[in-house]
């Protein structure tokens, strides 16, 4: 029984670090621009398509294929805001929601058209780690590792490189950093890009262990609404917590219950942190 818990919890936790990752784009951008990104599912369904055509199509290693999607990735976020989002930044937020969710239309039939709906996996093995009772899949340890350095990434270009710091301080106060001369259209721009870069980056990375269909990212961006919520809106370590958390609940619900009650639970603690401590575990009071 407890190397059946012990073998669950670890799958989730290594699961929990992408999940994370897929959640960090989109509490930048909703903590840099307040816009909640409808588009976020099918850019991480983008991601997983992007990987898997690079490993099938051009021969390369899936995991320098996510590398190369991440790359392609932000100019994808800069083309979004600039011909959805930007016009509608100041608006209200339902103009945001409706702007993001067209894209997310359009991107689902195009999609759609041009991939089917037929489920695709990248069939790439990295072996299998044992250590005593635990027997974990490679891909899913390299995945983890790889979700980690992007967020590493993240965290010292934010905090640690000039754009990082206009981010930071758009995010902190739109009105004030234009007074300092901070170009605020380029800084939510560069924002939304690197939000769709880490979404793409993740739906690459995801792909190197599930099935998926170009439908497959809105299970994703759900479960990014939840993490975003439990780890504290615009806060992208809070990100990485919530992901672990919820990584770690669906690796030990099932042992207990039905996997049918997954997203029971999820929902369920994503409604009871929405009452208990609305700002998440990292939020802003």
């Known amino acids: 029984m407890w ?17 994370g990752l897929a959640a960090m784009g989109l509490t930048l951008i909703w903590g840099v621009m307040s816009v909640i990104n409808l588009a976020h599912g099918p850019v991480i369904a983008l991601g997983m398509f992007g ?7 051009l021969g390369l290693n899936p995991y320098l294929a996510v590398v190369l999607v991440a790359v392609l990735g932000l100019p994808l976020g800069f083309f979004i805001y600039g011909v959805a989002v930007h016009r509608v930044i100041n608006a209200p937020h339902l103009s945001s929601l409706l702007a993001t969710f067209a894209v997310n239309m359009i991107i689902i039939g195009v999609g759609t058209a041009v991939f089917s709906t037929s489920p695709q996996n990248i069939d790439f093995s990295m072996g299998t780690l ?37 981010i930071r301080a758009v995010a902190n106060n739109r009105r004030a950093a234009e007074l300092m001369g901070i170009p605020s259209s380029l800084v939510l721009a560069l924002s939304f890009g690197l939000g769709t870069m880490i979404a793409a980056a993740a739906g690459g990375l995801i792909a190197t262990f599930f099935p998926f269909t170009i439908l497959s990212g809105g299970t994703y961006e759900l479960k990014s609404f939840v993490i975003c919520v439990l780890g504290g ?16 609940l ?33 939020g802003a009071k």
Do not use: N
């Open 130 to 166: 044992e250590a005593g009772p635990l027997t974990v899949p490679g891909t899913r340890l390299v995945a983890a590792f790889g979700a980690v350095l992007f967020t590493a990434g993240l965290y010292l270009f934010l905090y640690f490189s000039r754009p990082g710091k206009a």
């Open 250 to 282: 669906e690796g030990l619900v099932p042992t207990f219950m039905p996997v049918s009650w997954v997203p029971v639970v999820e929902f369920g603690l994503f409604v009871l942190v929405l009452l208990v401590k609305p700002s998440g575990l990292m």
């Open 51 to 57: 990987t898997y055509l690079c490993f099938t199509h």
């Open 233 to 248: 809106l615009g806060h992208p370590l809070g990100a990485l917590l919530g992901g672990l958390i919820l990584g770690g």
């Open 3 to 19: 190397e059946q818990l012990a073998a669950s919890l670890t799958d989730g936790l290594l699961l929990g670090f992408v999940y």
